[in-house]
């Protein structure tokens, strides 16, 4: 069956006419100057105007190993550690954090392998006669290590939430930055503090000098009082 532009129009044109008439007459107006053809031929074996179907052999970009934005001026700016009792949940949220730098612009280094932290556990099975039977536990520890580069602090903070925000269950994250500032900010904190230190010095070596003087004084007392004692036996 054939669909027609007037027939699906005007369709359109009588619900529009429920609720606006004004409306509906204008419409009415268009559907005369429409010509008479076929919008959507359904005897068709073409397949070039729909989707293709999904491809096993093309992943998607998110399977695809994340691409890393070069460095441009080797300036590090974090250090991100991330830790977990799983490499499978591991390896799949660097995945994804990688993923993530790369669509902030973010430089950042491969995954660094850390040493495995292994502990070992014996619990008793049974108490007294029974204490023989024990049975062993271990926990590991998988560690991984990422470098970040060359980032506006705005955009690191962001990244970082973005991360903190879809945080996978089993997975701790620790994140050590460094902050710079321009040439002569020591200066200018210390001309904008320096007053208030220089007071704060002379109060506190005052305070000094009058616990000094009352611990010598305190000496002198007990000495004399000592000397008299001896004197009068």
Request: aromatic share 8%.
């Amino acid at each position: 069956m054939n669909f027609r532009a007037p027939a699906v129009l005007s369709n359109a044109a009588r619900a529009v006419g429920r609720v606006n008439p004004s409306a509906s007459r204008l419409v009415a107006r268009t559907l005369a100057t429409l010509p008479q053809q076929n919008i959507l031929p359904t005897t068709s074996t073409s397949t070039s105007n729909y989707p293709k179907k999904h491809s096993p052999d093309v992943p998607p970009n998110s399977l695809i190993r994340p691409e890393i934005h070069p460095r441009t001026h080797n300036i590090p700016v974090a250090l991100l550690h991330f830790r977990s009792h799983s490499t499978e949940r591991l390896n799949f949220f660097l995945h994804f954090a990688l993923h993530a730098a790369y669509a902030f612009g973010i430089p950042v280094s491969r995954p660094a392998f850390l040493p495995t932290h292994r502990s070992l556990y014996t619990v008793p099975k049974s108490p007294f006669v029974h204490k023989s039977a024990q049975e062993n536990f271990e926990k590991n520890v998988h560690k991984r290590a990422v470098k970040v580069w060359d980032t506006n602090p705005v955009v690191l903070q962001q990244w970082l939430k973005y991360l903190e925000h879809h945080m996978m269950a089993g997975i701790g994250m620790r994140v050590t930055k460094w902050e710079r500032v321009e040439f002569g900010f020591g200066d200018r904190i210390e001309a904008e503090l320096g007053e208030e230190i220089r007071q704060t010095s002379q109060s506190y070596q005052q305070e000094i000098q009058e616990i000094a003087e009352n611990i010598i004084k305190k000496e002198l007392e007990a000495s004399s009082k000592s000397s008299l004692k001896k004197a009068s036996t």
